[in-house]
Antibody, heavy 121, light 109 residues
Framework: EVQLVESGGGLVQPGGSLRLSCVAS????????MSWVRQAPGKGLEWVAN????????YHVDSVKGRFTISRDNAKNSLYLQMNSLRAEDTAVYFC??????????????WGQGTLVTVSS | QTVVTQEPSLTVSPGGTVTLTCASS?????????PSWFQQKPGQAPRALIY???NKHSWTPARFSGSLLGGKAALTLSGVQPDDEAEYFC?????????FGGGTKLTVL
């Protein structure tokens, strides 16, 4: 069974930093693109970042470029999101999600339960 | 930046049929946008329903179908059940990035 478990969320002051983690199980983590998606309270979904299996391709939404960095450790079956210079508008539940490329593109076919990040003074 | 537009809300009767649509600010939605659809119920993580326009996941009920309709991506629910009441999000691929629609809140009444 595919499982994605996020952790690392919490309350942080504006300008602060936080590192989110996502531990994967039930599949060969190193074979899949992985992503972060967020959802502000009462709002819709927003793709934040994704990266390929070998850490050679990374993409971030414009609103977090230069502040957030996605990374992974395939030996630990783990995905990370380093979040710096946090703003109130970054307040959201952050989901980890898996993407399958072959045989057809299946974005975000599995999701974790999410971890809440609150940016407030 | 691409803006993806969905109907904010729709209402359907049990047993009825409803179509949700997904439009792109850049023009007609084609298969090259790899349109996908997700269902989310309150307090839960989203669940993938449809990928690459019309393909269903192994867990997707047969009453859900995806298509391209009039320059938009579409999700059709046939024989709607009360359990289908949820928010539905479409997703489009746009130049190495992904863009979600604002979501459609579907009420079954």
């Amino acid at each position: 069974e595919v499982q994605l478990v996020e952790s690392g969320g919490g309350l942080v002051q504006p300008g602060g930093s936080l590192r989110l983690s996502c531990v994967a199980s039930g599949f060969t983590f190193s074979a899949f693109w992985m992503s972060w998606v967020r959802q502000a309270p009462g709002k819709g979904l927003e793709w934040v970042a994704n990266m390929n299996q070998g850490d050679t391709e990374k993409y971030h939404v414009d609103s977090v470029k230069g502040r957030f960095t996605i990374s992974r450790d395939n030996a630990k079956n783990s995905l990370y999101l380093q979040m710096n210079s946090l703003r109130a508008e970054d307040t959201a539940v952050y989901f980890c999600a898996r993407t399958q490329i072959q045989p057809l593109l299946q974005p975000f076919n599995y999701w974790g339960q999410g971890t809440l990040v609150t940016v407030s003074s | 930046q691409t803006v993806v537009t969905q109907e904010p809300s729709l209402t359907v009767s049990p047993g009825g049929t409803v179509t949700l649509t997904c439009a792109s600010s850049t023009g007609a939605v084609t298969s090259g946008y790899y349109p996908s659809w997700f269902q989310q119920k309150p307090g839960q993580a989203p669940r993938a329903l449809i990928y690459s326009t019309s393909n269903k996941h192994s867990w997707t009920p047969a009453r859900f179908s995806g298509s391209l309709l009039g320059g938009k991506a579409a999700l059709t629910l046939s024989g709607v059940q009360p359990d289908d009441e949820a928010e539905y999000f479409c997703l489009l691929y746009s130049g190495s990035t992904w863009v979600f629609g604002g979501g459609t809140k579907l009420t079954v009444l």
